[in-house]
């Protein structure tokens, strides 16, 4: 079984310049999550999603930050403009909605450095 | 609201020797509770998971953990340590399945020889 799929791996931008990622989840995972991961901290929600509703985007800074998952499937998450403190691995995760144990499946994540 | 605190920042430990990490939790019902571990440059696999039935739970690669709810831990154990152990390990809490997860900062655990 195919884990879940995240690209880039690594991103440098400059400041105030803009950024995507791309995340494909495990077949049949209805829910999708996205994650920020600080250095030296745990990984904070930015936006969850089932199919393609959103259901939690409470921590998302919504002034730069957008996501999308518009099929129900795969998910891109932007950043516009990036600032210096967005320096961090994005992490997706899935996870089925009803009759699993509430784990959730992580991606290798990308890490993005703003300078 | 739910809350996970893991008290230590940084734990080193001798190959071999036995290991305990803290984890405590805030949640106002039987909480769905999960340890991951994240080894450096990627995403987090997980160790070990309860949502109900025996309070002891063993996980992946030696591991285990107990729920204790009357102290609202769930501490990760492993009775001999390797080198290949050493990694950043969080724990985190749920409400129920198909919901997001609320993790605590980490512990990063050193393995000396």
């Known amino acids: 079984e195919a884990g879940v799929a995240q690209s880039p791996r690594y991103k440098i931008i400059e400041k105030r310049q803009s950024v995507a990622f791309w995340c494909n989840p495990i077949s049949g995972h209805a829910t999708l999550y996205w994650y920020q991961q600080i250095l030296g901290q745990g990984p904070k929600l930015l936006i969850q999603?089932?199919?393609?509703?959103?259901?939690?985007d409470s921590q998302l800074p919504k002034d730069r930050f957008s996501a999308e998952r518009l099929k129900g499937v795969d998910s891109t998450l932007k950043i516009q403009p990036a600032k210096l403190e967005d320096s961090a691995v994005y992490l997706c995760?899935?996870?089925?909605?009803?009759?699993?144990?509430?784990?959730?499946?992580f991606g290798e994540g990308s890490r993005l450095t703003v300078l | 609201a739910q809350s996970v605190t893991q008290p230590d920042i940084h734990i080193t430990v001798s190959e071999g020797a036995s290991l305990e990490l803290r984890c405590n939790y805030s949640y106002g019902a039987t909480p769905y509770l999960f340890w991951y571990v994240q080894s450096p440059g990627q995403g987090l696999q997980l160790l070990l998971k309860?949502?109900?039935?025996?309070?002891l739970v063993q996980g992946i690669k030696g591991f285990e953990a107990e729920f204790k709810r009357s102290q609202s831990s769930f501490n990760l154990r492993k009775p001999s340590v390797h080198w290949s152990d050493a990694a950043e390990y969080f724990c985190a809490v749920g409400a129920q399945a198909g919901t997001a997860l609320i993790f605590g900062k980490g512990t990063t655990l050193s393995v000396s020889s």
């Open positions: 995760a899935s996870s089925l909605v009803t009759g699993g144990t509430g784990e959730l499946f």
């Open positions: 999603f089932q199919n393609n509703g959103v259901v939690d």
């Open positions: 309860y949502f109900s039935g025996d309070t």
